[in-house]
């Protein structure tokens, strides 16, 4: 298991978030997880697959490997995708595949620019937690403000491609009815996918 930091270059929504059962990440979240892997019950393990595999269609659920926020292997897959439950504060429960897994590794390190050589995944069909969500244009951005197009999405697909300009055209603002895409003027620009209502929505902290 290859240990993964975040440093500081990026503190946005994949802040103390995390990579994969191959290239996986540490997470440095301050919030608990049900147990260590070791004292874990048996009702906790049964939790966190449950929740991890919420985020995926069920044809993705039955194959992937789940992992908890320590990046211990829950449940070993056979399939493309690895599963894991929502980081406190983040996002919700994601399942990504290889390329996805890449791209986000590679955030977390703050490189200039992901090593993406084909189209990517990510499902996230239980939306983002309540208090977590991004911003759609700053990926360094960590809580809502009055110009930063802040957005709790619901159940969505993410996508990413190996150039950001064949994105082009497409619509870059959460406001358009159907995909849109985030971050676009960043070489980790990818599609969101909205695939049902979004929730309640963060204000900032001044509102």
Known sequence: MLTIRAKSNHPSRFSGAIISTVIIGSLGLSAPVLGTASERSEAETRAIIEEALSAAPPQVARTATVIDLDGNVVREGSGA???LPGPPGFGGPMCHDEQF?????????GEEAPPVSEIGTSY????????????NIDPAASTPTADNQWVVEGPHVM???PDPALLEGLPTTPDANGPYVMWPDSPYAHVMW??????????PADQ
Not at 101 to 109: E, L, Y
Not at 124 to 135: E, H, K, N, T, V
């Open 81 to 83: 995708y690895t599963c």
């Open 101 to 109: 897994m890449k791209w986000m590794q590679a955030f977390m390190n």
């Open 124 to 135: 996230m069909l239980a939306g983002d937690s309540l208090d977590g969500g991004a911003s």
């Open 159 to 161: 996508l990413i491609v």
């Open 194 to 203: 909205p695939v049902d209502e979004r929730p309640r929505q963060r204000l």
